[in-house]
């Protein structure tokens, strides 16, 4: 996930404040800068006296290019510009991050004192905040910590659940920070934030596999990354997610729903489970069916010396999904390689069924693009027409949400 994320300046223009409490895991903190700076965000940080034993400051700095504020080296000479200072760090935040967060810390926090560094520039701050905590298990899962912890909650705080795991006091259980890669998702989640997509459903679906044995199938070039990247787009836009696949193209967050099928019917079965029709989810149709099944399904594995010299393999038609299914508002993919009535095609399925799909909008792109992590899409409306860059595929996946919010 972490290349996912890094592939294009996702937090360009961003300014991230990140709190460093005394941990053994405040090394992992110096990778979350890491990938900060390479999504386009700037990064600013403020250690804990605790945090100092673990990590030097200067590794921090190194990363940043930022000075380290800490408990000894706040600064006061306004007039000097760039004056590091508990008000001025946390002014410039656009999100706070406090990772790895110690028992100490979070009590801290809880409460609302203000003894050292990072507790001043946190209660400082307005922007969003989002605690990584990271502790011995019997801390963790202590009823004043939970205590702290729902009162953070409570305060308007998000929490990256720690991890289960060998941790450095040599027992195991829960307790380790999160993934580097759920924490950085979550941040970018919150400073992606968009009204349209928040809190909206969206159903997204990648490409199906037909069996005809047990080894063999029936299937196509489509790699699935189109469809992944554009779920982990409307999830990073705030949007509820749910991605039906049969293929696994990329790690994502947790908070993506993930449903694996692989026929035709199994699609048809899991998307009548998210009909509403009084309340339509979207439901970006990328998957790529396969227009024909084998008539019958063999048990086991066929073997060619019973087959023969040629195999004549009976196929039947497969259900057209995007027609039968209702209670959305339907996004329809069209994959074409023949330019000259390439877009008529795609207009068909702005049509009411029978004729067409019904659709509200209609991604046309060229079939050139099938396994490539570059596109170009052309967006359908019944009266627009709008062509995305091309350029990477979560690149295009945004503009194409971008677009859609602005149409509906």
């Not at 910590?145 to 006091?169: D, I, Y």
């Amino acid at each position: 996930m972490l290349s996912s994320l890094s592939q294009i300046p996702l937090l360009e223009g961003k300014n991230i404040l990140l709190l460093v409490s005394g941990s053994i895991a405040a090394y992992k903190a110096l990778e979350l800068v890491r990938l900060f700076k390479k999504m386009g965000a700037s990064v600013r940080v403020v250690m804990s006296k605790g945090a100092c034993q673990f990590v030097q400051p200067l590794s921090f700095e190194a990363l940043s290019h930022f000075q380290v504020l800490t408990d000894t080296n706040e600064k006061w000479a306004l007039s000097e510009g760039d004056c590091a200072n508990h008000i001025s760090y946390a002014q410039s935040a656009d999100l706070v991050l406090v990772a790895p967060a110690s028992a100490n810390t979070l009590a801290k926090l809880a409460h609302g004192l203000a003894d050292n560094a990072l507790s001043a520039t946190f209660l400082a701050s307005n922007a969003p905040k989002i605690l990584a905590p990271a502790m011995n298990t019997q801390m963790f899962l202590t009823k004043q910590t939970q205590h702290n912890l729902k009162r953070l909650r409570a305060l308007g705080c998000e929490v990256v659940a720690p991890q289960s795991g060998l941790l450095a006091c040599n027992s195991t259980g829960v307790g380790a920070m999160a993934e580097i890669a759920e924490i950085a998702a979550l941040c970018t989640r919150k400073l992606l934030f968009n009204a349209f997509w928040a809190g909206k459903k969206a159903v997204v679906t990648g490409g199906s596999v037909e069996a005809i044995d047990a080894v063999r199938c029936i299937s196509n070039f489509s790699s699935g990354l189109q469809a992944h990247f554009l779920a982990l787009a409307l999830w990073l836009k705030g949007a509820q997610v749910v991605l039906i696949s049969s293929k696994n193209a990329l790690e994502l967050p947790s908070g993506i729903e993930r449903v694996k099928v692989q026929s035709a019917n199994d699609y048809l079965e899991a998307l009548k489970t998210h009909e509403n029709p009084s309340d339509p989810p979207f439901l970006f149709m990328l998957a790529a069916i396969s227009d024909y099944k084998p008539k019958n399904r063999h048990e086991g594995k066929l073997k060619k010396q019973d087959l023969g010299q040629f195999w004549d393999l009976e196929c039947v038609q497969n259900t057209d999904i995007l027609q039968s299914v209702s209670g959305f508002h339907k996004v329809g993919f069209k994959a074409e390689s023949d330019p000259t009535h390439a877009l008529a095609n795609a207009q068909k399925l702005l049509e009411l069924p029978p004729q067409g799909k019904g659709c509200k909008f209609v991604c046309l792109n060229d079939t050139s693009t099938l396994g490539q992590d570059t596109n170009q899409i052309t967006l359908l409306t019944p009266h627009t027409q709008h062509t995305t860059i091309k350029g990477h595929k979560l690149q295009v996946s945004f503009e194409v949400l971008e677009k859609i919010a602005e149409l509906f």
